[in-house]
Nanobody, 125 residues
């Protein structure tokens, strides 16, 4: 019953702010891991950030310029990031059936059970 729907993708100029939203529905435990992933051209899907009740986690490539947050009232997982050209790719939100596996980095994609359809982000130079 879990459904995840991303929105907010599009064209963003390098140095600008990207703001993505993931509308969540269904029974998602508040202690379970939520994440943002991306797949850049020619690359495998990679973690961007993750969130659970114990805190936030960021990939090294975005740490310091990215923020993941959960709007509890509206069941929305958001990602805000100051983008670079290399951030271009398809972005996905995901939900797991367990808490995040470690306190510092997001779990790998295989850890997550539910996925959104993705939203394209293109960063112009």
């Amino acid at each position: 019953q879990v459904q995840l729907v991303e929105s907010g993708g599009g064209s963003v100029q390098s140095g600008g702010s990207l703001r993505l939203s993931c509308q969540m529905s269904g029974n998602i435990d508040r202690d379970h891991c939520l994440g943002w992933f991306r797949q850049r051209p020619g690359a495998e899907r990679e973690a961007v950030a993750a969130f659970d009740s114990r805190g936030t986690r960021y990939a090294d490539s975005v740490r310091g310029r990215s923020d993941i947050a959960k709007d509890i009232r509206n069941n929305i997982l958001s990602l805000r990031m100051i983008v670079k050209p290399e951030d271009t790719g398809m972005y996905y939100c995901a939900a797991a059936s367990s808490p995040c596996t470690n306190p510092l980095f997001p779990p790998p994609a295989r850890f997550f059970n539910h996925w959104g359809q993705g939203t394209q982000v293109t960063v112009s130079s």
